[in-house]
């Protein structure tokens, strides 16, 4: 189970939390000049480390913010969240 | 080499006059090579089938397959055994009805009994929309030529008396579809059946062997560092589902693939009860019983990123109460065990196996969590990928290419996000 702590809410369960996946993985300011090279690999080809992960998560059922939270994949260590836009 | 010891009644009389005392390993341990023509990475049930296919069907019989732990230990033994070719893009139909179809013959290939149990498969729906789908898919595995049937109420409280039929329930059940020749199978025995099979062909088994890198020279595969030290190679093929990214990372080669956790669990066993494989839409669980007595639940995924092999307990609730729910008779029978598998979750939900872009480098994975029911034919695939240096037409569209130009097979129509397969 994953406690995340949430700036705004303190430590919170993951279930009042949506995951969003790999952040900084940035939509393509204007996908019409994106090349088909770039779009693939906003939409397909994400990091998938065994350790640190920088990702997205977004407290649905808390303070209704998207958090950039630095976590473990493999021990499940919190190691920071912050809110993604101040 | 010793020619393999065929099992039959008169193996087992002869073994059962002497004493159990003179049965042979079922394969060897040997040493590694210094190098094959091929070596497979990963010892579970698919790259054991990839080497003996290789074998038998092509020919090509200096392989060693590398187990990184023990043959059986890794996903092939935390899956929960189903099998079926339930699918309605015609992509997936050709490829998992042939993997049933290898199925059916498995036993009498392999001289193995794999157990396979062709007890039906049944997926039950709640609303109008999930009926129209359901029939909608089993429609177009009846236009294949792949058995699918319809089933009402009475039908379903006919062949699953324990499943919870009332209206009072929180997504009542209206109706089901069948794939009749669908079943379980006993997942060690598939993997233990192919590793000795290939064995008896001169397939190396190298057990306890990781691989920590893959030599690339001028855009060429060459060889495998590995903790039992090098070993050159002709060709390689990756069969390491789960942690397919890792393996693709020491050939330079970014995969769209990400690693979750699905949570499986089983109860202490009881009287049969059950004899056909449940899967509820409304919960994404499915429920069959073991020949052991065991009732075996798998659920969804955990929905983030994950190596750990340590489902939520969060899901774990969830698993269980969606199966209690649907079938209250086992509500108060105690789990065993339950363990979470690493899943290569692809960004379409289908599988890869393909060549990669490195010279004589190709893989199977991207399985999601769907990988045991493809076993023979995921093996069949790679097989005939490295001995030909080209896919065959069954496996051309699980290509790595597909991300690029849109012709990926998202067969739920869920778009790219690994987790929502």
């Known amino acids: 189970m994953l406690l995340i702590p949430c700036p705004f809410c303190g430590d919170r369960d993951e279930t009042e939390f949506a995951y969003g996946g790999e952040a900084g993985n940035e939509r393509p300011a204007d996908p019409g000049a994106a090349t088909d090279e770039a779009w693939t690999d906003y939409l397909c080809f994400h990091d998938n480390p065994k350790g640190p992960h920088r990702e997205l998560w977004f407290h649905r059922d808390g303070c209704r913010r998207w958090l950039t939270v630095e976590r473990d994949t493999w021990t499940h260590e919190l190691r920071s969240a912050r809110l993604s836009r101040p | 080499m010793a020619a393999m010891q065929r099992y039959s009644i008169f193996s087992l009389l002869r073994g059962a006059l002497s004493g159990h005392r003179d049965w042979q390993p079922a394969w060897r341990a040997p040493e590694p090579k210094s190098s094959y023509d091929v070596v497979i990475v990963g010892g579970g049930g698919h790259g054991l089938a990839a080497a003996y296919y290789l074998a038998r069907n092509h020919g090509i019989t200096n392989v060693a397959v590398l187990e990184r732990g023990w043959i059986g230990g890794g996903n092939t033994g935390r899956n929960t055994t ?43 729906f709640h609303t109008d929309a999930q009926r129209d789908y359901w029939i909608r898919r089993h429609n177009g595995m009846r236009y294949a030529g792949i058995d699918a049937e319809l089933l009402t109420r009475a039908d379903l409280a006919r062949l699953v008396p324990a499943l919870d039929l009332s209206p009072g329930i929180r997504h009542p059940i209206v109706g089901g579809v069948i794939q009749p020749r669908g079943g379980v199978a006993r997942h060690d025995a598939v993997a233990w059946g192919y590793a000795r099979a290939a ?4 397939v190396d088994i190298i057990q306890d062997c990781e691989v920590t890198g893959i030599d690339v020279e001028a855009g060429r ?108 008779r086992i509500s108060r029978l105690r789990q065993l065990r339950h363990w979470a598998g690493v899943m290569d979750m692809s960004m379409d939900g289908s599988p890869i196996i393909a060549k990669l872009p490195v010279e004589g480098l190709a893989m199977t994975g991207g399985w999601c969590y769907g990988g045991f029911k493809a076993t023979p034919a995921s093996g069949w695939c790679l097989a005939w990928t490295l001995a030909n240096d080209a896919p065959h037409a069954l496996n051309a569209p699980f290509s790595l290419e597909r991300f690029r130009t849109g012709a990926v097979l998202d067969e739920n129509g869920a778009g790219p996000v690994a987790w929502g397969h």
């Open chain 2, 199 to 202: 064995d008896a062909l001169g």
């Open chain 2, 221 to 328: 595969v060459t060889g495998l560092q590995t903790s039992r030290g090098p070993i050159g190679a002709g060709r390689v093929g990756l069969a390491v589902a789960g942690h397919s990214s890792r393996l693709a990372e020491m050939a330079g080669i970014r995969l769209p693939i990400e690693t979750h956790l699905l949570t499986a669990t089983v109860s202490e066993p009881v009287k049969p009860f059950m004899d056909k494989v449940v899967s509820v839409a409304a919960a994404h669980v499915y429920v069959s019983q073991t020949d052991k007595g065991e009732v075996l639940i798998g659920g969804t995924l955990d929905g983030y990123n994950s190596w750990s092999q340590r489902g939520s307990p969060a899901r774990l609730e969830d698993i269980l109460s969606a199966a209690c729910e649907y079938f209250p």
């Open chain 2, 82 to 124: 189903i099998v079926r070719s339930n699918y309605l893009l015609p992509e997936n139909q050709r490829f998992y009805e042939h993997s049933l179809k290898l199925w059916e013959g498995l036993s009498r290939d392999l001289n193995y009994n794999v157990m396979f149990s062709p007890r039906g498969v049944i997926n039950v």
